[in-house]
């Protein structure tokens, strides 16, 4: 069974950095993809970075060049390493994970099956 949870939230001021960290289990690196979204009350959660198998990240343009993923494999911890932080960056932050696959030069994500819990980053 999957397990992730979330933590690291905070209210910072805009220009600020934050680091989310969610701890993991049950998940074998290299065979699942893993993920960070974030949700704002009224509005679709949406991607912040997806991460394929292989280490493949994809970031929308609202946060490149701004957030970072990170994995410590010794911890069973992923990381989202967030700099100059904007209002529109406020929400609630969620990690999740899913299977992956491996093609011949390549790899790709199945989609999301678990959800940690969230926590929030408020922006100001």
């Known amino acids: 069974e999957v397990q992730l949870v979330e933590s690291g939230g905070a209210s910072v001021r805009a220009g600020g950095s934050l680091t989310l960290s969610c701890a993991f289990s049950g998940i074998t690196w290299k065979t699942y993809c893993m993920y960070w979204r974030r949700q704002v009350p009224g509005r679709e959660r949406e991607a912040v970075v997806n991460?394929?198998?292989?280490?493949?990240?994809d970031y929308p343009d609202s946060v490149k060049g701004r957030f970072t993923f990170s994995i410590d494999n010794t911890r069973n911890i992923f990381y989202l390493h967030m700099n100059n932080l904007q209002p529109e960056d406020t929400g609630t932050y969620y990690c999740a994970a899913g299977r992956g696959y491996e093609l011949r030069y390549s790899t790709g994500c199945y989609g999301v099956d678990s959800w940690g819990r969230g926590t929030q980053v408020t922006v100001s």
């Open positions: 991460v394929e198998p292989d280490g493949t990240t």
